[in-house]
């Protein structure tokens, strides 16, 4: 099976790169460099080859080249799921982030809709013991993977949210301002936990009887004032409490991901921080798995210094499931032998830092 590639990627006044310009073979890239070279610069931009705001979740404006903040742009040609792609991303100074594919104006929905791209990063090692904000985020990129609807559903969810949230705030009673954006927000909610819902089902099968060296993960969700049935009715009854907290206080937006280490039956936030990282990228496995067996192609992957925290045979295993799936995984780490047990399965990359510039040799 091959999976879904980059052929070709360029970077201009991205973050450390003026201009990068790269070519790949679809094997996994071994990136290898200093701290600070620029290395997850290039695991960045390929995240915003995908809906949202990418593997740092930074705002457009702050992803152009300092000193110049002329602006910068992304370009790549994409093996995509039906067919090759040309894509564009681009700011020029401060104006929003524009999507072009195969030369039409886009929305960041449609580039869900032509690849998959699952990322896992050191941000993410502490997932399992933070708040719960981490962790909606982390289900919802994995559910936006499987459904690429589901964006659409939360973005209308969070937007009909806020305008009720706002009338809370101002103390309006009058219920005829809050039907519509109530009943908008309801239709959501039920898009949105049904994704979620499939999500964790497609995970759990992934996992069943997978040939693998990381631990399961069973997932369920939480909902911390207990599951509602009928949101609508909900709402409508409950004004005055969400009045007094100046918010919504159920709802999707309200839901927690526990994990439980199966073979132990231990929580996730209760786990060495060996573990939980072995749990993470556990998942990250079942999802392109998962992914591998509906669509016939594997994602994209982007894993930065995953190898860091594993030992030699963790490594060995981890490079091995993702040949075996034919998956793209682009790999940072600081030192080659990171990567040794990859041999020629993969492309090496060497990324160093010169007077401000981030520099890619082969």
């Given amino acids: ?8 990627l360029s970077l201009s006044h991205f973050r450390s790169h003026r201009l990068t310009r790269l070519v790949f073979d679809g094997r996994p890239v071994a990136i290898h ?6 290395k997850t610069n290039i695991l960045e931009a390929v995240s915003l080859l995908s809906p949202g705001r990418g593997i740092r979740r930074a705002a457009a404006d702050e992803l152009a080249r300092k000193p110049e903040a002329i602006g910068w742009k992304i370009a790549a040609k994409i093996d995509g799921l039906a067919a090759g792609h040309e894509v564009e991303t681009f700011a020029e100074g401060s104006d929003a982030r524009v999507v072009r594919i195969d030369g ?34 982390f289900l919802d990129r994995m559910t936006l993977s499987f459904a690429p609807d589901h964006a659409e559903a939360t973005l209308a969810y969070e937007k009909a949210m806020r305008d009720r949230n706002r009338l809370l705030k101002d103390q309006v009673a009058d219920p005829h301002w809050y039907t519509a954006l109530e009943a908008q927000m309801a239709d959501a909610a039920a898009l949105i936990m049904a994704n979620r819902t499939l999500a964790l089902s497609r995970l759990a099968a992934a996992q069943q009887g997978a040939e693998t060296a990381f631990p399961r993960a069973d997932l369920s969700l939480m909902h ?26 159920v709802g999707p937006h309200r839901v927690d991901l526990s994990a439980i280490f199966k073979a132990k039956g231990v929580a996730a936030d209760q786990c060495s921080t060996g573990e939980q990282k072995a749990l993470l990228i556990s998942l990250i496995l079942a999802n392109a798995r998962a992914l591998a067996a509906d669509l016939g ?6 894993l930065d210094e995953v190898a860091a925290h594993l030992d030699e045979n963790r490594r060995a295993a981890l490079y091995d ?17 990171l990567f040794d047990s990859l041999g020629q399965r993969a492309q ?12 890619v040799s082969e």
């Fill in 104 to 137: 039409k104006a886009a929305t960041q929905v449609m580039l869900g809709r032509i690849c998959r791209v699952l990322w896992l990063v050191p941000a993410m090692d502490r997932l399992w013991i933070e708040a719960a904000e981490g962790r909606r985020r």
């Fill in 297 to 302: 192609r594997a994602p994209i992957l982007l």
């Fill in 1 to 8: 099976m091959s999976g879904l590639a980059i052929t070709q």
């Fill in 33 to 38: 460099g200093p701290n600070g070279a620029g």
């Fill in 224 to 249: 911390p004032e207990g599951e509602v049935d009928d949101l609508l009715a909900h709402w409508g009854q409950n004004r005055r409490r969400d009045m007094a907290a100046g918010r919504t206080l």
């Fill in 321 to 337: 499931e993702i040949c075996a799936l034919g998956a793209q995984a682009l790999m940072t780490g600081t030192e080659p032998g």
């Fill in 348 to 359: 090496s990359l060497g990324v160093a830092e010169d007077g401000g510039l981030s520099k």
